[in-house]
């Protein structure tokens, strides 16, 4: 896998683990989870896959994100470890219910060849690895949402 996916890779799993211990232990858990769960009444997709998608690319600069139509995409981010290889991730949420079939990743690599850009393959797993760190900190979202009541 290269290492420009790799450390994308890490940099979700480091959010996913600490972000929870942070907001427990500002005491702010409360409070955004309650925010968090009263937006999912005014949005079109699934609050808690959309706060766990912003969470997990937080260390990407973003193009786009769309409440309403679902979408959030990145600009295309080089790691300062590999300068010859960028990538770009674009998600999808596809439904309101926090469902495995209703978020969906696309991850996006290109090389560097002289002076432009050249599509490379990217490996599949690599976005499915994405999808289920996203999922689990959405259930976490909605765990700790459901304690709190």
């Not at 009444?41 to 699934?46: C, D, E, K, L």
């Not at 596809?94 to 002076?115: C, N, P, Y």
Request: glycine share 4%.
């Amino acid at each position: 896998m290269e290492l420009v996916l790799k450390n994308i890779l890490k940099y979700c799993l480091i959010i996913i683990l600490v972000t929870p211990l942070l907001l427990a232990c500002a005491g702010k858990a409360d409070k955004q989870i309650s925010e968090i769960e009263n937006s999912q009444y005014s949005m079109a997709v699934n609050a808690f896959l959309w706060r766990a998608s912003l969470d997990a690319l937080s260390f990407i600069p973003l193009d786009k994100s769309d409440p309403i139509g679902g979408i959030i995409s990145t600009e295309w981010f080089t790691d300062i470890n590999s300068s010859n290889e960028r990538v770009k991730i674009v998600v999808y949420i596809k439904d309101r219910r926090l469902r495995a079939d209703g978020l969906s990743v696309s991850v996006f690599r290109q090389t560097k060849v002289g002076e432009g850009w050249v599509d490379s393959n990217t490996n599949t797993e690599t976005s499915r690895l994405i999808e289920n760190s996203i999922l689990t900190k959405a259930r976490e979202l909605r765990i700790g949402t459901k304690i709190s009541d």
